[in-house]
């Protein structure tokens, strides 16, 4: 029973072991929690980075690995351009910086912020190597891992004028017909999840504005002209800081998934394959 327990939408399955016990997690967590096996990932991870090998001395007390961090830092060099949303380089930018300039230090991380159709373009066109998009369905062209997925929430200033909560901290999507509402234009995916969603409910959102740009959509919402449904990571310093509430959606479905991608045209060159794991 940790601490914000209810408010946790993510589990990742970090512990080899732990697939095995898969569907007791799942059992034992509230109902919208997402469950990230890792295990794919990693095994592909491995067969790229592993060297070939035909055989093996064996014996007790022997332990096999692929190089050690020294190692690759040593043959990896260059420049990598990774392209991600907005709010989640706000989230995790810096961190990616130290990782990379701590663990390669002769590989030079450029970060590029920009929505999904945005990202897929740079990468169809060579202007980035690696990008993170929510759309797993964009482009057969597109090759990648899946990374997760990001809870939508309803995101608000503390005074805004909101329905009473269905539950505490919980708002029904059906109640929020007629609230002033600023959300990504029609072209993003989240967009056309959010308008599905309504046309399902039998609700007509009132969309106030229609904004790409997360600081701006976090200047309308501190100016108490709309609320927003985002990820709750695009909004999580503010929310953290008591500036905006933060209201989950429950049943909705609501999420944006998310996807490590790199274009199939493109070779994935050495530094790229040392920055796709960190």
């Not at 001395?57 to 096999?64: L, N, Q, S």
């Not at 997925?149 to 909560?165: I, M, N």
């Amino acid at each position: 029973d940790p601490p914000d327990g209810p408010r946790i939408d993510v589990v990742v399955l970090a512990c080899t072991h732990f697939p095995l016990i898969r569907d007791a997690i799942a059992a034992a967590c509230p109902p919208g929690v997402t469950l990230i096996d890792t295990g794919a990932a990693v095994a592909r991870q491995a067969l790229r980075v592993a060297p070939a090998t035909s055989s093996a001395p064996a014996g007790p007390g022997v332990a096999y690995v692929t190089g050690g961090v020294a190692n690759q830092a040593a043959q990896a060099a260059g420049v990598v351009v990774l392209a991600i949303s907005p709010a989640v380089l706000s989230a995790i930018g810096v961190r990616l910086i130290d990782a990379v300039a701590r663990d390669f230090p002769q590989i030079r991380l450029q970060l590029v912020g920009g929505y999904s159709r945005y990202v897929l373009e740079w990468l169809l066109q060579g202007r980035v190597d690696i990008g993170i998009l929510s759309d797993l369905g964009m482009s057969a062209q597109i090759q990648g891992d899946a990374l997760g997925h990001a809870r939508v929430v309803l995101t608000a200033r503390k005074d805004f004028a909101l329905p009473p909560d269905c539950r505490p901290g919980e708002l029904d999507f059906a109640s929020l017909a007629g609230v002033p509402l600023v959300l990504p234009t029609r072209g993003l995916g989240l967009r056309r999840s959010i308008e599905a969603l309504a046309a399902k409910t039998g609700i007509a959102l009132n969309v106030a504005y229609e904004v790409d740009d997360t600081d701006i959509v976090k200047q309308l919402v501190t100016s108490g002209r709309a609320a927003t449904l985002l990820t709750r990571v695009a909004m999580r310093k503010e929310v953290q800081a008591g500036m905006f509430v933060e209201k989950a959606l429950p049943g909705t479905g609501l999420v944006t998934p998310s996807l490590l991608a790199t274009a199939r045209s493109r070779p994935i060159t050495p530094a790229m394959k040392a920055v796709l794991p960190v």
